[in-house]
């Protein structure tokens, strides 16, 4: 499937919204101003979007994984290299803290982190377009560019949760590349770097994509 440059633009407004929320959340959640910008967004196939991250990224990267199920139905991942995570967390809850801590308190402020800025990328959905979904829960997962990029193993991991109407296994996803950094800090915005793929089956992309085009013509 293909998006013509009036559904890109849509769909930029759509994420733009989101990131929005995502940093106005997290900004309360840290007491500190936090700004999200969304240098790129593609529709990539499974080894474009390998390519994409090891591009910019060492092999190894931590990850949060949500599910969605409803009228719209598919998997978010929020994805940051693991050799920058403890850098995040640290960035999040203060210089202060001690290393030790800070891996202790990796996992746990990842996925408060993953379900804030996931469940913003989904509700703006949920404001512009009239389609219901719902919210799993997060999980934690570290793996391998390969592994963790592996649409099939997903798919896998959607079905293993017993959904009675598990999607076809993707083939494409939306691929956003995000900057995250404290506005106090301004050299901060390239060594952390995140990146938000949304999986969704070919199903689901057709009624996405006359989702968008009904909103369109709406102009």
Do not use: C, W
């Amino acid at each position: 499937m293909e998006l013509d440059e009036m559904e890109q633009d849509a769909l930029k407004e759509f994420f733009n919204l989101g990131l929005g929320m995502a940093a106005d959340s997290l900004s309360q959640m840290v007491k500190k101003e936090i700004l999200l910008s969304l240098p790129q967004l593609a529709l990539v196939n499974q080894v474009q979007a390998i390519s994409l991250v090891d591009h910019h990224e060492e092999e190894r990267l931590v990850a949060v994984r949500q599910n969605f199920t409803g009228e719209l139905s598919g998997t978010a991942l929020l994805i940051f290299p693991g050799g920058k995570s403890l850098e995040l967390v640290r960035t999040l809850l203060g210089e202060t803290v001690p290393l030790e801590a800070l891996t202790e308190l990796e996992q746990e402020t990842l996925l408060d982190v993953g379900n804030v800025i996931l469940n913003a990328f989904l509700s703006s959905f949920t404001q512009m377009i009239a389609l219901d979904f719902e919210f799993e829960a997060a999980e934690f997962l570290k793996a391998s560019t390969g592994t963790l990029l592996d649409f099939s193993s997903h798919h896998r991991a959607y079905q293993g949760k017993g959904s009675p109407s598990s999607p076809v296994e993707p083939e494409q996803a939306f691929f956003l590349m995000m900057d995250f950094k404290t506005a106090d800090d301004e050299n901060i915005q390239n060594s952390l770097r995140g990146y938000v793929v949304l999986l969704f089956s070919q199903e689901a992309m057709i009624i996405l994509k006359k989702e968008l085009n009904r909103i369109l013509s709406q102009f």
